[in-house]
């Protein structure tokens, strides 16, 4: 009897954002299991299945009920947004494994688009170059920590891609954060942000660094920060990547 667990990236929000890798490991699951906001974006798609859901930060219930699903032989899907490896589910889905005694359970990670990459494309192109992720939650990192990596990106001129910049307890954290990044970088620096990726009331906008300290965001918002070399090009944000191009006669 195959005891099996996927660990599903299911992208920024939309069907249409999906893998096909994606939807096909779901169609052939008994059971799917997540957050119940990510639940309710895939639960009209999949028809017929047993959905399990618990509220944020019960992230380690969530792995427990996936294993014991999947001990029992029935094939089960744990999903995340964007991708289950990138601030996802699936280190923790291994860590669980091991503590709980369950080795005999497969796990099979399959990767979706994560908001870095799905925000970008609405911007345009700010992640052509060398970039660095960081999420402004303090939840599982020291705020110290987050200050040193933010420092350390901005020293080396990154561009910088910032994943759960504010919340109704961090109000300020975005601000903090763009302030520690104009110790090294320009108040002009070119930036954006998305909302909503790919879900209903999704925008996007251009700004500055120094703008970018005054602007409201929330846990759906994700903002890119540009380096020394990114411009606006019509409507988009750029970061040339350092091609040549000779305008020919």
């Given at each position: 009897m195959e005891k099996k667990v996927y660990v599903i990236g299911i992208g920024p929000g939309a069907y249409e954002e999906m893998t096909i890798r994606a939807v096909r490991?779901?169609?052939?699951?008994?059971?799917?299991?997540?957050?119940?906001?990510?639940?309710?974006?895939?639960?009209?798609?999949?028809?017929?299945?047993?959905?399990?859901?618990?509220?944020?930060?019960?992230?380690?219930?969530?792995?427990?009920?996936?294993?014991?699903?999947?001990?029992?032989?029935?094939?089960?899907?744990?999903?995340?947004?964007?991708?289950?490896g990138v601030y996802g589910m699936a280190g923790l889905m291994h860590e669980i494994r091991q503590e709980t005694g369950y080795e005999e359970v497969e796990i099979e990670v399959i990767p979706g688009i994560t908001a870095a990459t799905a925000g970008a494309a609405l911007l345009g192109a700010p992640l052509i170059h060398d970039?660095?992720?960081?999420?402004?939650?303090?939840?599982?990192?020291?705020?110290?920590?987050?200050e040193e990596r933010l420092r350390d990106a901005a020293r080396g001129d990154f561009a910088i891609c910032l994943y759960n910049p504010s919340s109704r307890k961090r109000k300020d954290y975005l601000r903090k954060a763009c302030e520690i990044l104009m110790e090294w970088k320009s108040p002009d620096t070119v930036c954006g942000y998305v909302r909503q990726i790919a879900r209903d009331g999704e925008e996007k906008h251009l700004t500055t660094l120094k703008e970018l300290t005054e602007t409201e965001t929330d846990m759906f918002t994700t903002v890119f920060i540009g380096n020394s070399q990114t411009?606006?090009?019509?409507?988009?944000?750029?970061t040339p990547r350092g091609y040549r191009y000779e305008k020919k006669d």
């Open positions: 490991a779901m169609e052939a699951c008994e059971v799917i299991i997540g957050y119940t906001v990510y639940v309710d974006l895939v639960k009209e798609h999949f028809p017929g299945k047993t959905f399990l859901t618990t509220p944020m930060t019960q992230e380690v219930r969530r792995c427990e009920m996936a294993l014991e699903e999947a001990g029992k032989g029935r094939k089960t899907a744990m999903i995340c947004s964007g991708d289950a970039f660095a992720v960081i999420s402004l939650s303090d939840l599982l990192t020291p705020w110290e920590k987050i411009r606006v090009i019509g409507e988009a944000m750029v």
